[in-house]
C-alpha cells in the first residue's frame, strides 16, 4: 500500500452493504432511463422477434410500462419519418436500435446510427426520418407515458445543414 497517498480504501465496499444504494426496480432519473434503454438495446433477443416493417404507416409497439413510463419500439423504411412534433409534457430517451435515422430540429441535423441516444425534454420539437436506403429499428422511452404528440407546421432544418455527430 502506498503510504504517501492521503486516500487509502480498506476492505471491500460490497461488505459494507449499508452503504449501498439499493437497485431500483423502475428507473427514476434521466441516467437511470438510457441505462433502461441500453439494456434493452442490448438484449436482441427481448425485441427483435417483434419487430415488423410496414410500408405503408411507421410500425410501432408498446414493448413495456412501468410506474410513470412507456417504452415504445418503432421500425421505419427507408423514407418514413414522423413529421416536426414534439411529446407534450413527456420528457423522452431515443435509441437507435439498428439502421440509421436523420434527426431534425430547428437548430441541427444529426445522423444517428446504431447505438445513438437522443435525450430530450418536455416541449423538444423534432422531426425523425430513415434517409438511408436500410430499414430502422429504434426504441422510444417517454416518462411520464405520452399522452399527445403534436405536430408542428414548421419546417425543420433542411437536410442541407451540417450534420452534428449525436
Known sequence: MNSNSDLQIAGDILEVQHLLQPAREHP?????????ARTIAADRAQWEP????DTTT????????????EVWLL???PG??????????SSGVLTVLEGRLTERTERATRALDSGA????APGYAHEVVN???EPAVSLHI?????????MHAAQCAPAAVDVVPA
Do not use: I
Not at 28 to 36: D, I, K, N, Q, R
Not at 142 to 150: N, V
Open 28 to 36: 427514476a432519473t434521466v441516467s437511470e432511463f438510457v441505462g433502461l
Open 50 to 53: 417483434l419487430v415488423r416493417y
Open 58 to 69: 411507421r410500425w410501432y409497439h408498446r414493448l413495456r410500462t412501468g410506474p410513470g413510463y
Open 75 to 77: 421500425s421505419w423504411v
Open 80 to 89: 418514413q419519418g414522423s413529421g416536426l412534433h414534439d411529446h407534450g409534457p
Open 117 to 120: 441516444q437522443r435525450v430530450f
Open 131 to 133: 434517409d438511408s436506403l
Open 142 to 150: 417517454y416518462y411520464p407515458g405520452l399522452t399527445e404528440m403534436p
